[in-house]
């Protein structure tokens, strides 16, 4: 069966530090991946996502970067990380195909101070 | 526009109620799921219902596809069942799968 695991859980940084956030799926191959933010106010925003290695599109201009290294590997970054960063990451996986359900990871929820 | 739209908002109910909740989507956006938050703020698929009916335990999820709703149904609510429900609708990007539009999602807090 698939999985899909989401690393830290929590994340406490100062302003001005980096960001690596890592999501890795297993049992699959050739996922689509997704990294949305979620913000106090409850709404989900999609940040990025990949229909394959190296190929990521933006939905939003923003301090973040992400890429795909691996077919089952998405990185969320950021060379320097401001106040409004803070949140709640979530990765998600879906097959690829029309029916896009998708999976999601536990989540990291990033404070930064 | 690209639209999926949720209510009520918040939800109070005392355990043992039964509750509706209603998600409203765009012309763009199909293949509606329903996820639930748990407080620890893992999203957990409940359905993924394009059209149709379908019943999971105490829960179920109405889709009607042609009038752009879907219906989620929670009977005898249980405090278990506390988080915020999402709906989320598939806008397809050729090729390419999809990308899911949420709602803002219904709070739904069950009291003993």
């Known amino acids: 069966s698939q999985t899909i695991h989401q690393w830290p859980a929590t994340l406490v940084q100062p302003v001005g530090s980096p960001l690596s956030l890592e999501c890795t799926v297993e049992?699959?191959?050739?996922?689509?991946l997704y990294w949305y933010r979620q913000a106090a106010g409850r709404g989900l925003q999609l940040l990025f996502y990949?229909?394959?290695?190296?190929?990521i599109s933006s939905e939003v201009p923003q301090n973040l970067s992400a890429s795909r290294p691996q077919d089952r590997q998405f990185i969320l970054s950021s060379k320097k990380l401001l106040l409004s960063d803070s949140g709640f990451y979530l990765c998600?996986?879906?097959?690829?195909?029309?029916?896009?359900?998708?999976?999601f990871g536990a989540g990291t929820r990033l404070s930064v101070l | 526009g690209i639209q999926v739209e949720q209510s009520p908002p918040d939800l109070i109910l005392q355990e043992g109620a039964n509750s509706t909740l209603r998600c409203n989507f765009s012309?763009?956006?199909?293949?509606l799921q329903w996820f639930h938050q748990n407080p620890w703020g893992q999203l957990i698929n409940l359905f993924y219902?394009?059209?149709g009916t379908k019943q999971n335990g105490r829960l179920s999820a109405t889709t009607v596809a042609t009038e752009r709703y879907s219906l989620l149904y929670i009977s005898s609510s249980q405090t278990t069942d506390s988080g915020v429900y999402f709906c989320?609708?598939?806008?397809?990007?050729?090729?390419?799968?999809?990308?899911?539009?949420f709602g803002q999602g219904t709070e739904l807090s069950v009291k003993p």
């Open positions: 998600a996986w879906s097959p690829g195909l029309a029916k896009n359900i998708q999976y």
């Open positions: 049992g699959t191959s050739n996922p689509n």
């Open positions: 990949s229909v394959g290695i190296g190929q």
């Open positions: 012309d763009s956006v199909n293949n």
């Open positions: 219902i394009p059209s």
């Open positions: 989320a609708g598939t806008f397809m990007i050729y090729n390419q799968g999809g990308k899911l539009i």
